[in-house]
């Protein structure tokens, strides 16, 4: 079957990596900027980021028939010195035409901090005047509940969004339905040591139904793994879901949400 990975972070695995999940289906990746593991010291820093996600990656990608798309921003951990934020914001405009860009993210909360908070209007700000779609990131483990619930106070709180053109990502069970029940799309996340399991993210498409979620690896430079979409693909099969549902969560929603950035310039697999 093929599919897609919405949110999986290419620039820190290997090129071995694109050739597995190409051999397994994949068929387009979509990478939103976060932190490098270290904090950056100086705009010029994101600015080469940028340039990596918007040039090399795509090339790299394509040479395994993958299509690479990506989000700008400065995430939420490197939110903290405000300053160097504003930079950032203030210089994203320059990347926001190029062929692949989907929109601003993964912008979102880390510690749910007064900073962070801050950083996350600009970025909505900037999107909203850019007619840019948004990728959220939320907390981990203790702080996920109240940061999902300061994310959407302040989603739902500026009238200008177009609910159905923002996705909150690393949804968990105790998440996902207010998420969903605001008219935002929800993103699982598969990941081993926290987050959500394929099980897990079964479970809630049982729950739930395939209407506007996503399942994500969110594969990084940390333990993760990522072919964990095919792992949820596997999981679904051996639940007997039939193949139609399997490929409206991992193929045809993405479709549908990307499609409504005017970067998203996709080639169906039947059409490479
Ligand atoms: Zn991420």
């Given at each position: 079957?093929?599919?897609?990975?919405?949110?999986?972070?290419?620039?820190?695995?290997?090129?071995?990596?694109?050739?597995?999940?190409?051999?397994?289906?994949?068929?387009?990746?979509?990478?939103?900027?976060?932190?490098?593991?270290?904090?950056?010291?100086?705009?010029?820093?994101?600015?080469?980021?940028?340039?990596?996600?918007?040039?090399?990656?795509?090339?790299?990608?394509?040479?395994?028939?993958?299509?690479?798309?990506?989000?700008?921003?400065?995430?939420?951990?490197?939110?903290?010195?405000?300053?160097?934020?504003?930079?950032?914001?203030?210089?994203?405009?320059?990347?926001?035409?190029?062929?692949?860009?989907?929109?601003?993210?993964?912008?979102?909360?880390?510690?749910?901090?007064?900073?962070?908070?801050?950083?996350?209007?600009?970025?909505?700000?900037?999107?909203?005047?850019?007619?840019?779609?948004?990728?959220?990131?939320?907390?981990?483990?203790?702080?996920?509940?109240?940061?999902?619930?300061?994310?959407?106070?302040?989603?739902?709180?500026?009238?200008?969004?177009?609910r159905?053109?923002v996705?909150v990502?690393?949804?968990?069970?105790?998440?996902?339905?207010?998420v969903?029940?605001q008219?935002f799309w929800?993103?699982?996340?598969?990941?081993?040591?926290?987050?959500?399991?394929?099980?897990?993210?079964?479970?809630?498409?049982?729950?739930?139904?395939?209407?506007?979620?996503?399942?994500?690896?969110?594969?990084?430079?940390?333990?993760?793994?990522?072919?964990?979409?095919?792992?949820?693909?596997?999981?679904?099969?051996?639940?007997?879901?039939?193949?139609?549902?399997?490929?409206?969560?991992?193929?045809?929603?993405?479709?549908?949400?990307?499609?409504?950035?005017?970067?998203?310039?996709?080639?169906?697999?039947?059409?490479?």
């Amino acid at each position: 079957m093929y599919y897609i990975d919405p949110h999986i972070h290419m620039v820190s695995r290997t090129t071995d990596d694109y050739e597995t999940l190409a051999k397994m289906g994949c068929v387009a990746v979509s990478e939103p900027a976060f932190w490098a593991g270290y904090d950056r010291g100086s705009v010029d820093g994101f600015r080469d980021y940028f340039e990596q996600l918007t040039t090399f990656e795509p090339k790299r990608a394509g040479w395994y028939g993958i299509q690479h798309f990506t989000w700008l921003c400065i995430n939420a951990k490197e939110a903290e010195n405000v300053a160097l934020s504003r930079e950032v914001i203030a210089m994203i405009p320059e990347f926001l035409d190029r062929p692949g860009v989907l929109g601003i993210g993964e912008i979102g909360l880390n510690k749910n901090t007064r900073n962070e908070a801050t950083i996350f209007l600009e970025h909505i700000d900037l999107a909203v005047k850019t007619n840019e779609q948004i990728l959220i990131h939320t907390p981990h483990l203790e702080d996920k509940f109240q940061g999902t619930r300061m994310i959407l106070d302040m989603l739902t709180g500026d009238s200008r969004l177009q609910r159905e053109r923002v996705l909150v990502d690393h949804v968990e069970e105790h998440t996902v339905g207010l998420v969903l029940d605001q008219g935002f799309w929800a993103g699982m996340t598969l990941y081993p040591v926290s987050k959500c399991t394929p099980q897990r993210a079964c479970d809630m498409v049982e729950i739930y139904g395939p209407e506007r979620l996503l399942v994500n690896s969110a594969g990084d430079w940390g333990p993760s793994k990522p072919t964990a979409v095919p792992d949820f693909i596997l999981e679904m099969r051996k639940r007997g879901h039939p193949e139609s549902l399997i490929k409206r969560v991992v193929y045809d929603n993405p479709l549908t949400f990307f499609g409504q950035s005017r970067g998203f310039q996709f080639k169906s697999p039947s059409d490479v």
